[in-house]
């Protein structure tokens, strides 16, 4: 890929080098952030496209492409609750496991002062989760357990950043266990989309991004972070989203699935929810049957 962009940069670089070289300030504090010092002098001022200097760039705009996603990809789950204010196919300690793990991972991440973008989508999706979570709880009729687990967590959160009360050692030991608990988080929705033959309120959406973005994130950790604990958890996370998506597919049509196509853009299949049985009245045939 080097070899074959080397010729298209030496035909543009007569053109773009003045330019380049004139960046407002904040656009070249920004590249040089991302790219770092080295990567911003190859590739934006002398414009020499190397190997290594590319893969950052290309991790780089993946990671933000992903954090820009995340920040509405769990939106149309949300919508759909408030639409059918049904939990149906929803399963709450899947969402509550997988809002800790996030919450572990976020302040690790933050404290080991990785690349945001590498890690930033967390912090928005446990934000959704949390929505989620609540809502699931209000419309399955467990509405005065929304405020203790919002509260459980915010007293988490606040205990996971703080030097003094989670040493490093103990969150590393925490980011560990994070990375099973985001995978253990997905087997109660895998199984209550079982356990139902449909996937619900669940939304098609959300669970096709997801698959995308966990296999995208294996690539940027494998680019950016030297931690085996954060990709490990990526690679597991990606395998049960990718029977999460399975599911999504086999049970498509299913009378417990509420049509997924009208998400995606596709016409909406007339399917009941909860019956396979036909709603129109059934109308009696005249008899021939004398009276009397």
Request: proline letters at 5%; glycine letters at 8%; aromatic letters at 8%.
């Amino acid at each position: 890929m080097e070899q074959a962009l080397v010729p298209i940069f030496d035909i543009l670089r007569p053109y773009l080098s003045p330019i380049m070289q004139n960046l407002p300030k904040p656009i070249t504090s920004l590249s040089t952030s991302l790219l770092g010092s080295a990567c911003h002098q190859t590739l934006l001022l002398d414009l020499q496209p190397t190997a290594p200097c590319l893969k950052l760039a290309f991790s780089k705009t993946l990671g933000l492409a992903i954090i820009f996603a995340s920040s509405i990809v769990k939106v149309p789950q949300i919508l759909k609750l408030v639409a059918s204010k049904s939990p149906a196919g929803i399963s709450f300690s899947s969402y509550a496991l997988e809002t800790l793990a996030y919450l572990i991972s976020l302040a690790y991440n933050t404290r080991m002062g990785f690349p945001f973008s590498t890690y930033g989508e967390t912090a928005l999706i446990a934000a959704q989760n949390v929505v989620i979570a609540v809502l699931v709880l209000q419309y399955g009729g467990n509405g005065p357990l929304a405020a203790s687990f919002v509260a459980t967590l915010g007293a988490l959160g606040w205990a996971l950043f703080r030097e003094q009360v989670v040493g490093m050692d103990m969150l590393g030991t925490l980011m560990a266990g994070a990375g099973v608990l985001g995978v253990v988080s997905k087997v109660p929705q895998i199984l209550t989309v079982y356990q139902e033959g449909g996937t619900g309120q669940l939304s098609a959406f959300a669970v096709f991004n997801y698959l995308m973005g966990s296999l995208t994130r294996i690539f940027t950790t494998l680019q950016e972070v030297d931690d085996k604990l954060i990709l490990y958890g990526f690679v597991a996370g990606f395998a049960l989203n990718a029977v999460l998506a399975a599911q999504m597919v086999y049970y498509w049509n299913s009378p417990q699935t509420a049509g997924h196509a009208s998400e995606i853009g596709e016409r909406p299949e007339a399917i009941a929810m909860g019956s396979s049985t036909s709603a129109q009245p059934k109308v009696k045939s005249p008899t021939t049957r004398r009276r009397g």
